[in-house]
């Protein structure tokens, strides 16, 4: 087992958020937008990446979050603060997905009404525009894999909005279609369903790939492991907890309960289930979410 440390991608203490992130500012550059608007979870690590990404930039950053406003700020939160960011607090339950993204287009409309050029950009990032990060990634993990003289058997990764999901997709059809062997591309899904109105994995890893010109992803692609979700988002599971134990008991690394804690428990479900032999090798993309440690709750016990 490989860990690809996109825990310590460096933007705003790090997360799988900075690679999209790369993408989608350059685009709000681009557009000429001078502030950025995103939405998530309470603690979601995309909008404390995002507003780390405005200061770097110098664009006024609104997030909008779910719950009330705490009365003292924690983990991820606190750190949006620092980094300058306004925090707009919904009061919408965690996995609302729908009426929080609605929140972030009306407060999108009223900036602009103030004359502001906001950049919108939906839950976790995932638009084809973002998820032309894991295009790269991908391409960077082979090629460090062909450096260290493996090919891995599989990747293994969390995820949620989707968008790093369809960014591997895309980047492994493109290696395919280049003629190198591909590794699995598995998703350890931690968030029920998607949002209303936002594209499946194969709709967005097609038009991830649309992008550059290129096509060939097909549903066979498409592999979403759902069965380490426990009761929700959010939600602790024994599983999970037990894969943060073992993360910081074999090599002092730390992965969380909402996301990566959840994703290593899919990895070692699958090997306990027999997946892969003695002889595979495999990568765990650790995604990040070391903030949220630091809230209430944060670790197990
Ligand atoms: C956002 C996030 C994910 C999931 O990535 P998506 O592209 O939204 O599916 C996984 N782990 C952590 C720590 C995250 O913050």
Redesign the pocket.
């Known amino acids: 087992m490989w860990v690809k440390r996109d825990d310590l991608t460096g933007l705003g203490v790090g997360?799988?958020?900075a690679r999209?992130l790369e993408f989608l500012c350059g685009e709000a550059l681009q557009l000429g937008a001078d502030c950025l608007v995103t939405v998530g979870a309470g603690q979601s690590?995309?909008c404390r990446m995002t507003a780390a990404a405005g200061a770097r930039l110098g664009l006024e950053t609104h997030l909008v979050l779910s719950g009330t406003a705490p009365d003292t700020l924690v983990g991820n939160q606190l750190l949006a603060h620092l980094f300058g960011a306004h925090l707009h607090f919904t009061g919408a339950p965690a996995s609302h997905w729908g009426a929080l993204e609605i929140a972030r287009e009306t407060l999108t409309e009223e900036l602009a009404a103030d004359g502001l050029r906001p950049h919108s950009i939906p839950i976790?990032g995932?638009t084809a525009v973002g998820a032309l990060g894991y295009v790269a990634a991908f391409v960077e993990i082979m090629q460090q894999c062909e450096g260290l003289e493996f090919a891995p058997k599989s990747i293994v990764?969390?995820?949620?909005?989707?968008?790093?999901?369809a960014g591997l997709v895309a980047g492994r059809a493109l290696w395919r279609s280049l003629g190198h062997a591909v590794p699995d591309v598995v998703a350890i899904g931690?968030a029920k369903g998607v949002v209303a109105g936002m594209p499946d994995v194969a709709d967005l890893a097609a038009q991830t790939l649309a992008l550059l010109g290129e096509s060939g992803v097909v549903p066979a692609d498409i592999e979403i492991d759902t069965r380490w979700l426990g009761d929700d988002y959010a939600v602790p599971s024994v599983a999970g907890d037990d894969a943060v134990r073992w993360a910081a008991r074999h090599g002092g690394w730390v992965v969380?309960r909402t996301?990566?804690g959840k994703?290593l428990a899919g990895l070692l479900g699958n090997a306990a289930d027999g997946r892969w032999g003695t002889d595979d090798d495999v990568v765990f993309i650790h995604?990040?979410?070391l903030p949220a440690v630091f809230a209430p709750g944060g670790l197990p016990s």
């Open positions: 997360g799988n958020k999209k690590n995309h976790g995932s990764f969390t995820s949620s909005s989707g968008g790093t999901h931690v969380d996301y990566s994703g995604t990040g979410g």
